[in-house]
């Protein structure tokens, strides 16, 4: 079985695949200074909640946090005695290389992204992620990832408003019922919901307009449902894309011998 493990700023996603589905998705906060150990113990107490039995012989890792690699390197040949696959290390193979400006170097999950769109909805496609950050990934025609727009994340944009302006209080990101707040929490959820929905429609139209031909939207991330409500253009929602992402890449560097 494969465990797929996708690193973000905010949180690490640990998923076990067995070839047909995701026997279950794991979640937890990402710390630098997590040990192998530390991983491990969450890790098999979570498993055994969950009366999975999986039997581990492959590794593969994305991750947007370089200093995470390392113990999750050690994680992986510890306990499962494989050596992981990393995407963005030469070594990992993508079924069609990004074309993008030289030298530089895409986040290892919009190159998953790419991978899962690619493969479930074919090429001509935007991907919207909602992360840390919000991020915007478009993929061609014969599946490279060509570029996008990072803007920030809709949580990171609240906390930054609460520490930044004393007198506004810390909320959480709902639809508000009216855009004419009445209150002050409904003056920030109305400013952050419809602001962030005119921006990602307002992103998909210049992005749609400069490409030049029909794409398809693919919302993704744990805020995809919330905006979709608000009709900013998505043709569908997906919410275990990056990981698929990461077992179309698993499989392809399996068939092409560098696994």
């Given at each position: 079985m494969l465990l797929a493990i996708d690193?973000?700023?905010?949180?690490?996603?640990?998923?076990?695949?067995?070839?047909?589905?995701?026997?279950?998705?794991?979640?937890?906060?990402?710390?630098?200074?997590?040990?192998?150990?530390?991983?491990?113990?969450?890790?098999?107490?979570?498993?055994?909640?969950?009366?999975?039995?999986?039997?581990?012989?492959?590794?593969?890792?994305?991750?947007?946090?370089?200093?995470?690699?390392?113990?999750?390197?050690i994680f992986a040949d510890r306990f499962f005695g494989c050596r992981p696959l990393v995407v963005g290390k030469p070594e990992c193979l993508l079924p069609v290389a990004p074309r993008i400006d030289e030298g530089t170097v895409p986040g290892p999950d919009r190159l998953a992204n790419a991978v899962a769109a690619f493969d479930r909805h074919g090429g001509d496609v935007v991907v919207v992620d909602f992360g840390t950050a919000t991020n915007f990934d478009v993929v061609a025609s014969d599946g490279a990832y060509v570029g996008g727009i990072i803007a920030p994340g809709v949580n990171l944009s609240l906390e930054a408003l609460h520490q930044g302006a004393a007198a506004l209080p810390h909320i959480d990101i709902t639809r508000p019922e009216r855009v004419i707040g009445t209150n002050t929490v409904g003056c920030i959820q109305s400013g952050v919901y419809?602001?962030?929905?005119?921006?990602?429609?307002?992103?998909?139209?210049r992005i749609k307009a400069e490409y030049g031909m029909p794409?398809?939207?693919?919302?993704?991330?744990?805020?995809?449902?919330?905006?979709?409500?608000?009709?900013?253009?998505?043709?569908a929602i997906e919410d275990d894309l990056t990981m698929h992402?990461?077992?179309?890449?698993?499989?392809?560097?399996?068939?092409?011998?560098s696994t």
């Open positions: 690193c973000g700023n905010t949180n690490t996603v640990f998923s076990i695949w067995d070839g047909e589905s995701f026997l279950c998705t794991l979640r937890t906060s990402t710390h630098h200074s997590r040990t192998a150990d530390a991983y491990f113990t969450w890790y098999s107490t979570l498993v055994k909640h969950y009366g999975i039995e999986a039997d581990i012989t492959d590794v593969i890792i994305a991750s947007t946090v370089p200093r995470v690699v390392f113990n999750l390197r419809w602001g962030y929905s005119g921006l990602i429609e307002g992103l998909i139209a794409m398809k939207v693919i919302g993704t991330g744990g805020l995809a449902p919330l905006f979709d409500q608000a009709d900013v253009g998505f043709d992402g990461l077992t179309v890449i698993h499989r392809y560097n399996k068939e092409n011998g």
